[in-house]
């Protein structure tokens, strides 16, 4: 009977190891965190044929693990981290190590079954650590304009001045490399024109969401909404009905398309009447404008899934 099972493979990825344990097999093994370690790891499961490694994203730590594995075909299933320890609390397991972690990730994986999803490009990939960078860069600029502001002394005004000129250098400098990643890409570039097409997003915000979105146009729309945190979830028991909110999903994705949102209700014939509908239906602005957000969402799913520019009517 254990041979019918899948076998899932789970890692947890610290900065200088990978621990893994197979299920239901029960094995456990440690390799280094390095190329070395990913081909050790490959060898202990040439025999395994796993029909997931479950990992959770660990920033620059996981990056190496994840691209070598993808290049040689292995079916990857990356999880939030929240979902994981959520699941984990579940089952009843309390203790937190790395070898602990890695039996918890593999029984997730073996228990849920999370769909298994194709990497993104190398190319996006560089994109994504670029775009990452530019919003740090720009938490750096309204700090430095803050302190531009408020000092009094003449020396720490010049350097606020000189720390905001460097910002805004190196700001440019990101959205040039950005613009060329974009290039080197026809597809890339392609599914950016599509999403400019669309009255009130700008270049930023088209870079965000191809970017922070990549599975646009290969979803359905309720998912799109999903992913990035916009859809409204219920909160009702027996006869009462909670009010609807929305959480979780992508938020930094969420708030790049707070803007153009704005922009849409004005110079968007379409959005403009939808939002005045929800407004003269007694809806909050805000609860509208997050309609407007998701409209813009789904819209550009649609457009990027049939490879078509916007035009008016189709919202």
Known sequence: MEDTIAQT?????????LD??????????????????????????????PARIVFEPTGAYHHDFERHLTKVGLPLVKINPRQARRFAEAIGVHAKTDAVDAAMLARFGAMLEPPVRAAVSSILDDMKE?????????????????????????????QAGERLRQVERQIAAIDEALMACLQSDAALKARFDILLSIPGLGETTAMAILIDMPELGHIEHKCVASLAGLAPIARD???????????????????????????AVRF??????????????GKPAKVALTAIMRKLLIL??????DGRMWTPNLA
């Open 20 to 49: 893994a344990y197979l299920h239901p097999q029960g094995i456990a093994q440690r390799f280094p965190n390095n190329i070395k370690g990913f081909k050790a790891l490959l060898a202990w499961l040439a025999d395994a044929n």
């Open 300 to 305: 550009a799913n649609a457009l990027l899934r």
């Open 130 to 158: 670029l775009h990452v960078a530019r919003l740090a860069l720009v938490k750096d600029r309204v700090a430095a304009r803050n302190r531009a502001h408020t000092r009094r002394s003449a020396l720490l005004k010049r």
């Open 9 to 17: 493979l789970g890692v947890d990825i610290s900065k200088d190891a």
């Open 237 to 263: 028991s027996g006869q009462r009905s909670g009010k609807r909110t929305i959480r979780g999903g992508r938020a930094q994705l969420r708030q790049s398309l707070y803007m153009p949102a704005l922009v």
């Open 268 to 281: 968007n014939a379409d959005l403009k009447d939808k939002y005045r509908a929800l407004i003269t239906a």
